[in-house]
């Protein structure tokens, strides 16, 4: 039987890890353009998240079963805090996975439609293609635009990872 004290370290290691997970969230955004089907990636992430969490939640429950009514000071439950944290972990990790290991490639030329950019403080640089699924937005960064204008035609690849999922990277000279 664990007492109050020891739950509330356990929630309190979890709000560590929520932050934390914030981290893998913030890589897992960064380019997400890039993949072909961002969208579904998105959501078996999310989905995978959630599972990883209620597995968790589940076998901590089946040990301390007091763990299914508890809540923090603020009044959260454990679950929410492994929901919150493991959704925002599985999309950064399920990233690194399928980056990984590349299962296929599939190189070939493309012309560049547009070229663009976000108008926040730190923008992002955009370039335009007609892609696999029509017009396709990917983001290679602000050294790349500047290297290219409308109407040049550049090479990429698409990769298929690990986990299935595809993204465009540019290929290397």
């Given amino acids: 039987m664990m007492t109050k004290k020891q739950f509330d ?11 934390i997970s914030l981290i893998f969230f913030a890589i897992g955004l960064k380019n997400i353009e890039n993949y072909t089907n961002w969208l579904l990636f998105t959501i078996v992430s999310v989905i995978f998240g959630i599972f990883l969490a209620l ?4 076998l901590l429950c089946f040990f301390e079963p007091k763990i299914r009514t508890y809540k923090n000071a603020k009044g959260i439950k454990m679950l929410h805090q492994l929901v919150f944290s493991f ?7 399920m990233r690194f996975v399928n980056e990984y290991k590349i299962n296929k490639t599939d190189c070939k030329t493309y012309k560049i439609i547009d070229l663009g950019k976000s108008g926040s403080k730190n923008p992002t640089h955009y370039i335009f293609i007609n892609g696999k699924n029509g017009e396709e937005r990917l983001s290679f960064g602000k050294s790349y635009n500047q290297k290219h204008k409308v109407g ?9 990872g690990f986990l299935g999922f595809n993204y465009y990277k540019p290929t290397k000279k």
């Fill in 9 to 19: 370290t356990l929630s309190f290691i979890l709000s560590i890890v929520g932050i």
């Fill in 55 to 58: 597995l968790i939640h589940h």
């Fill in 87 to 93: 959704i925002l972990l599985s999309f950064g990790l």
């Fill in 152 to 160: 040049d035609s550049i090479n990429l690849c698409i990769h298929k």
